[in-house]
């Protein structure tokens, strides 16, 4: 056991160490140090998932009339419709993807807030780009009933049905055509003065659609075409881009733009080719092929994007409308009214909407 005095002198020289050791810390961890290193740090920002607006997540419109249980007002009696942005027939009715009635008016609660209008483009005198009224417009029981093709190019063929189903929205090429014309012949470039169009201009208000929201669209219709695709694909190519006109019988865009009224300077999207349908001259068919083709409007990646344009863009030079071309005999054998979009044509049934 430690004598009193020399315990006392121990414990003395171990708190003495103690203050020489915190000393040394002192010097090696500075406060100045200490603070530096506290400014450096930067909080981390968590962002939360905004909320998405209420509202219909999705919208059909039907290629028919009101009367034909369609989404789009009765079309005039004659002139079609102006050229212009706006000046369409548009759609005042919306369905479900089911086909459930979904809104019959712009202004009932239930319309969708985020599309803001359908319209479109038919023929006539009033339509300076596409004036024979048999160009485009909604099919009839008579006429298009009655459309009657030679699908064999044979003198002694029997006659085949190559109207559209009656009520849709169809463009018969023959009838587009047969104007003396060509700026009259319904052949646009995704511009607002096109004259065979669909267009559809969303709401890009944020109490409509989230800024990160995109339309999922869904569209079912029919392109018939005279000849197939070509066995060599060398034709279709110019310089390295793409000659459209050289590799299909008729030729349909997809245009993205921030109004109406912008000019369409690329296509966001081929529609036709390819035409799932063609003549055919072994079975005496055509026009039979209804398609889907899906695609993806991205207006989340642009704030300003708020119009999708479907435009007939182009028809082959070797369609002439002259009374000798097979075109002609084909799809007009008899003369008289053609009509005959499963000749040579597409017939629309219907685009669906969905936010995604």
């Not at 097979?326 to 009509?339: A, M, V, W």
Request: charged share 15%; net charge neutral.
């Amino acid at each position: 056991m430690l004598h009193p005095e020399i315990k006392g002198h121990f414990y003395f020289r171990l708190l003495s160490l103690g203050w020489i050791a915190l000393g040394v810390f002192s010097g090696c961890l500075p406060l100045n140090n200490l603070s530096t290193t506290s400014k450096n740090l930067t909080p981390t920002t968590v962002t939360l998932p905004q909320k998405l607006p209420l509202g219909p997540r999705a919208a059909k419109i039907i290629f028919k009339t009101l009367d034909k249980q369609g989404s789009f007002a009765s079309p005039p009696p004659s002139g079609g419709t102006m050229n212009a942005a706006g000046s369409g027939i548009q759609a005042t009715t919306i369905f479900n993807p089911d086909g459930s009635s979904l809104a019959t008016s712009t202004t009932s609660s239930s319309w969708p807030t985020w599309l803001s209008t359908i319209e479109l483009g038919v023929s006539g005198s009033s339509n300076t780009q596409a004036t024979d009224p048999d160009c485009a417009r909604f099919s009839e029981v008579t006429s298009d009933g009655n459309a009657q093709c030679n699908f064999k190019n044979d003198s002694g063929a029997t006659l085949v049905n190559c109207g559209a189903p009656s009520g849709y929205y169809r463009v018969s090429d023959y009838d587009c055509q047969k104007v003396s014309t060509s700026t009259e012949r319904g052949i646009g470039s995704g511009i607002e003065s096109d004259g065979v169009y669909i267009r559809a201009t969303f709401n890009r208000d944020s109490s409509a659609l989230g800024a990160n929201e995109n339309i999922l669209a869904v569209l079912e219709y029919s392109a018939s075409a005279m000849n197939p695709a070509p066995a060599n694909p060398t034709q279709c190519f110019n310089g390295g881009a793409t000659n459209i006109q050289a590799c299909s019988d008729l030729t349909w865009q997809i245009f993205t733009k921030h109004s109406a009224t912008e000019a369409a300077l690329q296509p966001f999207l081929l529609l036709v080719p390819p035409a799932f349908a063609f003549i055919n001259f072994n079975t005496g068919l055509s026009g039979s092929g209804v398609a889907t083709k899906q695609f993806i409007i991205p207006l989340g990646s642009d704030a300003d994007l708020k119009v999708l344009q479907i435009s007939r863009t182009g028809i082959s030079s070797s369609l002439v409308t002259d009374s000798d071309s097979l075109f002609t005999k084909i799809c007009n054998p008899d003369g008289g009214r053609s009509n005959s979009a499963l000749c040579v044509g597409m017939v629309f049934y219907s685009l669906t909407f969905y936010r995604i």
